[in-house]
């Protein structure tokens, strides 16, 4: 069973649209809970993160960690084109440097 | 700042070859670390160093070797290539502390294809 598990997706919606995009896990003992944006052909880069639980929004972002159901949420609203990429989840856990396991990516595109 | 630079962006190799993938970062960073990431697979650690001298294997390290004789650089191995390794591989550099688990600064990777 992976770590962590990310629908693939992909994932088409109209400029403007609401996009939800999840993750779920299966150990308990991640406390830091992160995404990445990767555009086509780039490295990914930190949209942001959360320690522990609840939501943290930036901007038209926000994450939700709810881990008593082992799910994370990335919401973006009014999405524009420019929001075109893969979206990688991240999950790390403060019991040693190797423990940080990545999602598979979300691919989404926003229709102009 | 530049970052973390990696060189190249791409490279065809002979199976049976080696060559090394550089990696470097002018953040002063201790902490630098290897991925591989292939489709449906997601981003898989390769090696990792937590300071100079200092390296560690990651969850995927066969057929890799890296060592850290400065802060700024850390270069990959590949000792003899083969097609499995055939990948996207992307450097990645971290602030010390607990910074390591959630603020990554990633290169733009090197496509690497073994024939």
């Known amino acids: 069973q992976k770590e962590v598990e990310q629908d693939p997706g992909p994932l088409s919606v109209p400029e403007g649209a609401i996009v939800s995009l999840n993750c779920t896990y299966s150990?308990?003992?991640?406390?830091?809970f992160m995404w990445y944006r990767q555009y086509s052909r780039k490295g990914p880069e930190l949209l942001m993160y959360?320690?522990?639980?609840g939501n943290k929004e930036d901007g038209r972002f926000t994450a939700q960690v709810d881990k008593s159901s082992k799910y994370i949420s990335l919401f973006i609203r009014d999405s524009q084109p420019s929001d075109s990429a893969t979206y990688l989840c991240a999950l790390g856990a403060q019991t040693g440097a190797n423990n940080l396991f990545f999602g598979t990516g979300t691919r989404l595109t926003v229709i102009p | 700042n530049a970052g973390v630079t990696q060189t190249p962006k791409f490279q065809v190799l002979k199976t049976g070859q080696s060559m090394t993938l550089q990696c470097a970062q002018d953040m002063n960073h201790e902490y630098m670390s290897w991925y591989r990431q292939d489709p449906g697979m997601g981003l898989r650690l390769i090696h990792y160093s937590v300071g100079a001298g200092i390296t560690d294997q990651g969850e995927v390290p066969n057929g890799y070797n890296v060592s850290r004789s400065t802060t700024e650089d850390f270069p990959l191995r590949l000792l003899s290539a083969a097609p499995s390794q055939t990948s996207v591989y992307f450097c990645a550099s971290s602030p010390p502390g607990l910074a390591v688990f959630y603020e990554q600064y990633f290169g733009p990777g090197t496509r690497l294809t073994v024939t």
């Open positions: 150990n308990s003992a991640f406390q830091y």
């Open positions: 959360t320690y522990s639980s």
